[in-house]
């Protein structure tokens, strides 16, 4: 009887990723496996989810406003209604797992996974435990996690090493340099000057834009380095209109990258926000990274992450604050330092994990298996 899989989350790429990553983990494996989602209504897992294939059900849950308490009257009923459906839909799946990957879905849905006795499995992205998974912890039967010592939020005895899934293969076992001059021409830069890869996400971050508007014309007329920029969809407009007028001699500009693995690719350094899946993949390409940690996530996580690379030699932080006039000194005295490069290379090297999903899929297995 083909196994069937109940994975719930999202509401940022950062659990949708890892989610979808999971999920086609499971079909490389068990091609006749019946996987369903369970998502937010509204958030962006309903549109990508079945994008990529699969089938999605929302529940109309909503995060708590922690500023203005008196609507969470709303919230609270939106919450009581998601845990009837949740357990409708488990009913009438009968799955024989339920994974949790974060999110404002997983919780209702985990929850009243647990209380059913089917066995539950969670994927933790951050170095800081997201709430959810720490409430649904007591009773999951497996945690998988992506860093060390988080022991200190989950039961110790259930913890698994299996780092983060990411979106893509990032071109496993290729020629370093042919692919790097595929890299560059795809983006149209130069082989004989430094990449920085400056991206903040597919809707953008304005501290980073705002940065590049500050450096831009400094970057053209000194023409040291090239720029991939990744200003994000939100940014677009501004930015396009800010360049009118300004040469953009050595940097390549887009709302959105299509072609990550060639960024990454061609990039010497890369600057971007500290997201779970954003340093997960940089771990595993083994490329100099500075961070801009985002100050507007739960429980400042993203710092938590970066820190957690800083304290290993893997990377360097610049706070959000400092940024726009502090970060690009950090940048160009990094490439002025090939030695400090190459070691920031191989010691963010060594925490990646490249068959994080493969590693998820025998847990999963394992938790079916013994239910």
């Not at 490069?341 to 938790?367: C, K, P, Q, T, Y």
């Amino acid at each position: 009887m083909p196994m069937k899989i109940l994975i719930s989350g999202g509401g940022t790429g950062g659990h949708i990723f890892p989610a979808l990553s999971i999920a086609n983990a499971v079909k490389r494996r068990y091609p006749d496996a019946q996987i369903l989602f369970v998502g937010a209504l509204g958030r962006m897992e309903m549109e990508r989810v079945p994008a990529a294939g699969y089938e999605i059900i929302g529940l109309p849950v909503a995060g708590f406003d922690r500023r203005r308490l008196w609507r969470n009257f709303a919230v609270v009923l939106k919450m009581l209604r998601s845990m009837r459906l949740a357990r409708k839909i488990l009913r009438n799946f009968r799955p024989d797992v339920a994974v949790g990957v974060g999110g404002y879905a997983s919780g209702p849905t985990l929850k009243a996974a647990q209380k059913k006795g089917i066995p539950t499995l969670l994927q933790e992205q951050n170095s800081y435990a997201g709430v959810t998974n720490k409430l649904l912890a007591s009773r999951a039967r497996r945690i998988c996690v992506a860093y060390e010592g988080m022991k200190r939020f989950f039961p110790k005895e259930r913890i698994v090493m299996t780092g983060n899934p990411l979106r893509g293969r990032f071109a496993e076992g290729a020629d370093p340099a042919a692919r790097k001059a595929e890299a560059l021409a795809y983006f149209g830069l130069e082989a004989d000057k430094p990449v920085v890869l400056v991206v903040g996400g597919s809707l953008g971050t304005r501290t980073l834009n705002n940065m590049m508007k500050a450096n831009v014309e400094r970057i053209t007329a000194e023409g040291r380095l090239q720029v991939i920029w990744q200003t994000g969809k939100f940014y677009e407009r501004e930015m396009t209109e800010f360049m009118q007028g300004r040469s953009s001699e050595g940097i390549w500009r887009g709302a959105f990258i299509d072609r990550m693995d060639l960024a990454y690719a061609a990039a010497d350094v890369v600057v971007g926000r500290s997201g779970a899946g954003t340093v997960s993949e940089l771990c595993l390409i083994g490329k100099p990274a500075i961070f801009v940690p985002s100050p507007n996530v739960a429980e400042d996580h993203q710092t938590k992450n970066a820190l957690a690379l800083v304290e290993k030699g893997a990377a360097l932080l610049v706070r959000d604050g400092e940024a726009v006039s502090g970060l690009f000194p950090v940048v160009e005295a990094l490439l002025a330092d090939p030695e400090r490069m190459r070691r920031m290379a191989a010691n963010i090297r060594v925490l990646g994990i490249a068959d994080s999903a493969e590693r998820i899929v025998d847990e999963i297995v394992a938790v079916v298996s013994t239910k």
